[in-house]
């Protein structure tokens, strides 16, 4: 009687087990996987850009300081960066259509469930939001022992487990890098962490043998790092990890193309390459990045005709460091910044910056000029937000990073369509 109970309940188990595998089976849908990481009770109940977020702490991001959220506010972006070539530490850089940002995050490993093009919502309530060295951050509290000074630090994993949801990929948003030949084509406020490609450059210290981040004491490191110069940039460095896969991996000689996160430390920018594919031969020609609106070059310089901003970089930033160059030209952009004491009556010139569109994506910057045509400056000569042009007969690539008029060789030429 017992041998039948167990025959019977054998054959039950092999009849069950074949009615599992008949038929076709359905595949597991990407919301199941996502679904392993973080919190996936948030929502989006205060959703926010990440510009909208770097202007709400603009104070605290500039003093590098911190403040934290009090109320349910989220971003919503896609990765860009994150630790999987050793060179990122303890964080991931996200951007949306406005903006990136830096999340720092003390855990290991965070190219698994955060690589490169994956979406994510990030909800910010009782995170903070700060700055160091102006570079802005979210995460949590971090006391020096050493100076006893608060600023933003590394939240424990346990904290970002509940502050974050993967996401599916996010429309009109990708991971294409932002192509420049200069920096200083780039708002360092606006643009600093987004992904970016320096187009045709050298670094000043490659000899085919000279690696990037050595630990032997031959080059001075700042937090086991190494900042490398780019040949005529005083305003950019590329800064590599002792601990990145490609540490001592030899820089290339001869012009290329570097990609990776710019951020910053104050007032320079900070190349944080991925990866070692991230520096390739310079590719010339048109690029496939995500030029930001208002860098196509275009006129030709005339009155009739004015060159735009992007055209004007283009044309001093071919020059050779610090050599005047006389020749005539016209350029017409919007005024994006004045300086403190840009407006000088007292010595009858004025400086400021002009860019191709009001969000200062690219910007040219005209130093001591003359007031309408050739006057006197007033006061109230230009203010933020003008169509200008400018007419310059001198020009200069100043340390070869910063494109500019001549003092006194340049004077406005209209402001608003006015000539008087």
Known sequence: MKTRFFSILALASLLTATSCMDGDWDAPSPEVGMAAYGNQYLDTTNLIT?????????????????????????????????????????????????????????????????????????????????????????????????????????????????????????????????????????????DCGQLVTLRGVELAEANDTAVFAPSDGSVALTSNCANRSVKGMTDVVVRTSTYADFANKPMPTGRVDITGIASRYNNTWQILMRSENDIQPAKDGDDDGDTPAGFVASGTGTQADPFNVQAIIDYVSALSADTDTNQDYYVKGIVTEIPNNGISTDYNNVTFYISDSADGGNKFYVYRANGLNGGAVTADVVKVGDEVVIFGSTWVNYKGNTPETKQGKAYIYSVNGKTE
């Open 50 to 190: 990440v510009a909208q977020l770097k202007q709400q702490f603009s104070s605290e991001i500039s003093n590098s300081s911190l403040k934290q959220v009090t109320k349910a506010t989220q971003i919503q972006g896609v990765v860009i960066g994150n630790d999987e070539g050793g060179n990122i530490y303890n964080s991931i850089y996200i951007k949306d259509a406005t903006g990136a940002i830096a999340v720092s995050i003390s855990q290991a490993g965070l190219f698994g469930p955060f690589s490169v093009g994956q979406s994510v919502l990030i909800e910010l309530k009782d995170l903070y939001v700060g700055g160091y060295g102006k570079q802005p951050q979210i995460g949590t509290t971090y006391t020096s022992p050493t100076t006893g000074r608060t600023s933003v630090g590394r939240m424990s994993r346990v904290v970002w487990q509940l502050h974050y949801k993967l996401i599916n990929p996010i429309s009109g948003l990708d991971v294409k890098p932002v192509v420049v030949k200069n920096m200083s084509q780039l708002n360092i406020d606006n």
